[in-house]
C-alpha cells in the first residue's frame, strides 16, 4: 500500500514530459476511463484528466487556469445577458431611441472586455515579463549610477505556469467572439475549462477557437482503431522528428551559439541553419505527438503548420507557420488595429500627402509592426524578441513595397518566373532571411545578438570548427539520412497533402516495412536513455 501511496505521489511532482513512457502511460489510462465511460459524460473524463496533467506541473498551474477560465467564464456571461437586455429594452422604440440604447450597453461591455482583457494580460505579465522589466530597470539605473537590486529575489517567488501564453490568448479570443456575437456564451463552467486546459493544445498550441474545439471535445466519441491506428503512426513521426533530429541537432546549436566567438561566419550561418531546422522538427514533432493522442479520443486538433522551408516569400513563410498564431493576430490584434479611427486618420492623411500607393504602405505600417512587436515579446521576455519581431516585421514590410515593383520588372525585362530554377531560388532566399531571423531569436542578449553579426567579418573555414560543433562524422551521417526522410515525407506532403492516409491504403507488407523501419531508426538512433537528460521542446519556455 505504501509503495502504491509513493508511486502516485512520484508521478504527481513532476511534470508529464510529451516525450516519455509516463505520457504515453497518461494517455493510454485517459482513452480506457474516456471509452468505459458513457458518451454523455464522456466530456468529464478530459477535463478531469487535463487538472491531472496541469497538477503535474505545480497545483499553481490549477489554479491560474482555472481562474483564467472563471473570469472568461464570468464576462461572456455577462455580455450574453446584456445583448438580451438590450434587445428587451428596444422593443417599441423608435430607430433614433434604439441606437442611444445601443450606444449605452455597448459602451457597459467595452468597459467589461477592456477589463477582462487588462485583468488577463496584467496577469500574464507579471509571471512571464516581471524578470524582463526589472532587468531592464536595474540596467538602466546601473547606468545612471543609483546602484543595482538583485531581480532574481523578487522572481524567484514568483511560479512558473505551464502554457500560460497559450491558453491565455484562448480566453481572450473566446471572451472577444462572444463580445462579438460570434456565438454565445458557454452557460457550463467546467465545459469552457475542459476548452481552455485541454491538454493536447493548452501547453505549445495550436491556439484553438472555441467554435470549433468545443463541439468536439462535449461530443462523446466512439471507440475507432482507425482513429487509434492514425493517431499511433502520427505519434511515431513526431518520436522520430523529436528523438532523431531535433535533439540531435540541439547538440549543434547549442554548441555553436554559446561559443560562437570560436566560429567563423560561415559556420554562424550554418548553426543558424540548423537551428532553424531543429525548431522546425522540435515543434512539428509535439504537433505530432499531441495530435496523434487528440485524435484516439476521435478529437481533430487544427494543423499549426504547413511546409513552411518550402515558401518563396515571407509572407507565405507565415502563413504557413503557427498557423494559429498568425491567425490570432490578424484576427484580434491586425484588423481592430487596421480600422482603428487612428490608422484610418493615418491612412486618409498618407494618400491625400503621398498618394494611393506610397500613402497605403504608410497606413499598413502601423498594424503589421504593431502585430510584430506584440508577436516578439509574445514569444520571450527579452530585447532580442523584441528585435526579432521587428525584423520579421520590416520584412513584411519591405515584401508588400517591392512585391508590385518586381513584378512589373520582370514582365518588363521578359524574365521567366514560373520556372523551377526561380521558385528554388525564392525558396532559398526565404529560408536564408529565416536563418538571419534565428539569430535574434537564439541570441541570449542585444550584445551576443551584435556579436553573432560581428563573427560574418570572418570567413575562414577549418576541420576544426566543424569538429567543435559537437557531431562525429556518424552522428552527421544519421542527421543527412534521417533529414532526407524528413525532406521526401515533406515532399509528398505537399503534393498529396494526406500522407498517413495514403500509406494506409499500400499493401499490409509495404506499411509494416515503414513502421519497423521507423521504429527502428528511432531505438538505434534517437538521443535518449538514462545517461541523457531530457531536452525539452523549444516552445515549452514560451
Given at each position: 500500500?505504501?509503495?502504491?501511496?509513493?508511486?502516485?505521489?512520484?508521478?504527481?511532482?513532476?511534470?508529464?514530459?510529451?516525450?516519455?513512457?509516463?505520457?504515453?502511460?497518461?494517455v493510454?489510462?485517459?482513452?480506457?476511463?474516456?471509452?468505459?465511460?458513457?458518451?454523455?459524460?464522456?466530456?468529464t473524463v478530459?477535463?478531469?484528466a487535463?487538472?491531472v496533467?496541469y497538477?503535474?506541473?505545480?497545483?499553481?498551474?490549477?489554479?491560474?487556469?482555472?481562474?483564467?477560465?472563471?473570469?472568461?467564464?464570468?464576462?461572456?456571461?455577462?455580455?450574453?445577458?446584456?445583448?438580451?437586455?438590450?434587445?428587451?429594452e428596444?422593443?417599441?422604440?423608435?430607430?433614433?431611441?434604439?441606437?442611444?440604447?445601443?450606444?449605452?450597453h455597448?459602451?457597459?461591455r467595452?468597459?467589461?472586455?477592456?477589463?477582462?482583457?487588462?485583468?488577463?494580460?496584467?496577469?500574464?505579465?507579471?509571471?512571464?515579463?516581471?524578470?524582463?522589466f526589472?532587468?531592464?530597470?536595474?540596467?538602466?539605473?546601473?547606468?545612471?549610477?543609483?546602484?543595482?537590486?538583485?531581480v532574481e529575489?523578487?522572481t524567484?517567488?514568483?511560479?512558473?505556469?505551464?502554457?500560460?501564453?497559450?491558453?491565455?490568448?484562448?480566453?481572450?479570443?473566446?471572451?472577444?467572439?462572444?463580445?462579438?456575437?460570434?456565438?454565445?456564451a458557454?452557460?457550463?463552467?467546467?465545459?469552457?475549462?475542459l476548452?481552455?486546459?485541454?491538454?493536447?493544445?493548452?501547453?505549445?498550441?495550436?491556439?484553438?477557437?472555441?467554435?470549433?474545439?468545443?463541439?468536439?471535445?462535449?461530443?462523446?466519441?466512439?471507440?475507432?482503431?482507425?482513429?487509434?491506428?492514425?493517431?499511433?503512426?502520427?505519434?511515431?513521426?513526431g518520436?522520430?522528428?523529436?528523438?532523431?533530429?531535433?535533439?540531435?541537432?540541439n547538440?549543434?546549436?547549442?554548441?555553436?551559439?554559446?561559443?560562437?566567438?570560436?566560429?567563423?561566419?560561415?559556420?554562424?550561418?550554418?548553426?543558424?541553419?540548423?537551428?532553424?531546422?531543429?525548431l522546425?522538427?522540435?515543434?512539428t514533432a509535439?504537433?505530432?505527438?499531441?495530435?496523434?493522442?487528440?485524435?484516439?479520443?476521435?478529437?481533430?486538433?487544427?494543423?499549426?503548420?504547413?511546409?513552411?522551408?518550402?515558401?518563396?516569400?515571407?509572407?507565405?513563410?507565415w502563413?504557413?507557420?503557427?498557423?494559429?498564431?498568425?491567425t490570432?493576430?490578424?484576427?484580434?490584434?491586425?484588423?481592430?488595429?487596421?480600422?482603428?479611427?487612428f490608422?484610418?486618420k493615418?491612412?486618409?492623411?498618407?494618400?491625400?500627402?503621398?498618394?494611393?500607393?506610397?500613402?497605403?504602405?504608410?497606413?499598413?505600417?502601423?498594424p503589421?509592426?504593431?502585430v510584430?512587436?506584440?508577436?516578439?515579446?509574445?514569444?520571450?521576455?527579452s530585447?532580442?524578441?523584441?528585435?526579432?519581431?521587428?525584423?520579421?516585421?520590416?520584412?513584411?514590410?519591405?515584401?508588400?513595397?517591392?512585391e508590385?515593383?518586381?513584378?512589373?520588372?520582370?514582365?518588363?525585362?521578359?524574365?521567366?518566373?514560373d520556372?523551377?530554377?526561380?521558385?528554388?531560388f525564392?525558396?532559398?532566399?526565404?529560408?536564408?532571411?529565416?536563418?538571419i531571423?534565428?539569430?535574434f531569436?537564439?541570441?541570449?542578449?542585444v550584445?551576443?545578438?551584435?556579436?553573432?553579426?560581428?563573427?560574418?567579418?570572418?570567413?575562414?573555414?577549418?576541420?576544426?570548427?566543424?569538429s567543435?560543433?559537437?557531431?562525429?562524422?556518424?552522428?552527421?551521417?544519421?542527421v543527412?539520412?534521417?533529414?532526407a526522410?524528413?525532406?521526401?515525407?515533406?515532399l509528398?506532403?505537399e503534393?498529396?497533402?494526406?500522407?498517413?492516409?495514403?500509406l494506409?491504403a499500400?499493401p499490409?507488407?509495404?506499411?509494416w516495412?515503414?513502421?519497423?523501419?521507423?521504429?527502428?531508426?528511432?531505438?538505434?538512433?534517437?538521443?535518449?536513455?538514462?545517461?541523457?537528460?531530457?531536452?525539452?521542446?523549444?516552445?515549452?519556455?514560451?
Open positions: 500500500m505504501n509503495e502504491l501511496l509513493n508511486s502516485v505521489m512520484a508521478f504527481f511532482s513532476s511534470q508529464i514530459a510529451i516525450v516519455s513512457f509516463k505520457f504515453m502511460c497518461f493510454a489510462v485517459t482513452a480506457i476511463l474516456y471509452f468505459i465511460f458513457p458518451k454523455k459524460i464522456r466530456w478530459l477535463a478531469a487535463n487538472t496533467f497538477m503535474c506541473g505545480g497545483i499553481e498551474s490549477v489554479i491560474y487556469i482555472a481562474s483564467a477560465t472563471l473570469v472568461a467564464y464570468l464576462s461572456a456571461r455577462m455580455f450574453d445577458r446584456d445583448f438580451a437586455s438590450q434587445k428587451k428596444c422593443e417599441g422604440l423608435e430607430r433614433a431611441q434604439k441606437k442611444a440604447v445601443r450606444e449605452i455597448i459602451k457597459k467595452k468597459k467589461v472586455l477592456a477589463a477582462e482583457t487588462v485583468l488577463l494580460l496584467a496577469s500574464l505579465a507579471v509571471i512571464k515579463y516581471t524578470g524582463f526589472l532587468g531592464s530597470v536595474n540596467s538602466l539605473i546601473g547606468v545612471v549610477g543609483l546602484g543595482s537590486f538583485s529575489n523578487i524567484q517567488h514568483i511560479p512558473a505556469i505551464l502554457g500560460c501564453s497559450y491558453f491565455t490568448l484562448s480566453v481572450i479570443a473566446y471572451s472577444v467572439d462572444v463580445y462579438r456575437q460570434k456565438y454565445h458557454e452557460r457550463n463552467y467546467i465545459k469552457l475549462y476548452f481552455v486546459s485541454y491538454f493536447p493544445h493548452a501547453v505549445q498550441g495550436p491556439i484553438e477557437r472555441y467554435d470549433y474545439l468545443q463541439p468536439l471535445l462535449i461530443e462523446g466519441h466512439s471507440f475507432s482503431f482507425e482513429n487509434l491506428k492514425q493517431g499511433a503512426m502520427l505519434i511515431l513521426w518520436f522520430f522528428k523529436k528523438l532523431v533530429i531535433a535533439d540531435r541537432l547538440i549543434v546549436s547549442t554548441k555553436v551559439f554559446s561559443d560562437y566567438e570560436k566560429f567563423s561566419g560561415p559556420f554562424i550561418l550554418l548553426g543558424a541553419a540548423v537551428f532553424s531546422i531543429q522546425y522538427a522540435d515543434w509535439y504537433c505530432d505527438i499531441v495530435g496523434g493522442a487528440s485524435r484516439i479520443f476521435g478529437i481533430e486538433i487544427t494543423r499549426n503548420f504547413k511546409r513552411p522551408y518550402f515558401s518563396q516569400t515571407m509572407p507565405e513563410f502563413r504557413r507557420w503557427h498557423i494559429s498564431m498568425g490570432f493576430f490578424k484576427d484580434y490584434v491586425l484588423y481592430p488595429v487596421s480600422t482603428s479611427k490608422s484610418l493615418i491612412n486618409k492623411k498618407a494618400r491625400e500627402k503621398l498618394g494611393n500607393n506610397a500613402g497605403r504602405i504608410v497606413a499598413s505600417a502601423l503589421i509592426l504593431s510584430w512587436l506584440l508577436t516578439g515579446l509574445w514569444h520571450g521576455a530585447w532580442t524578441f523584441v528585435l526579432w519581431g521587428l525584423y520579421q516585421g520590416v520584412l513584411i514590410m519591405l515584401s508588400v513595397i517591392f508590385n515593383p518586381l513584378k512589373k520588372l520582370c514582365e518588363k525585362l521578359r524574365f521567366k518566373t520556372t523551377f530554377s526561380w521558385r528554388l525564392r525558396t532559398l532566399r526565404t529560408f536564408f532571411l529565416c536563418c531571423g534565428r539569430l531569436f537564439k541570441a541570449g542578449s550584445s551576443e545578438i551584435a556579436g553573432l553579426f560581428g563573427r560574418f567579418a570572418s570567413f575562414s573555414v577549418t576541420t576544426k570548427q566543424f567543435d560543433m559537437g557531431l562525429q562524422n556518424k552522428e552527421w551521417a544519421v543527412i539520412a534521417a533529414l526522410i524528413f525532406l521526401i515525407y515533406s509528398l506532403e503534393k498529396y497533402d494526406n500522407v498517413e492516409k495514403r494506409d499500400q499490409i507488407i509495404v506499411k516495412a515503414v513502421l519497423i523501419f521507423i521504429i527502428m531508426f528511432i531505438v538505434v538512433f534517437g538521443v535518449y536513455g538514462s545517461d541523457e537528460k531530457y531536452v525539452a521542446f523549444v516552445y515549452e519556455q514560451f
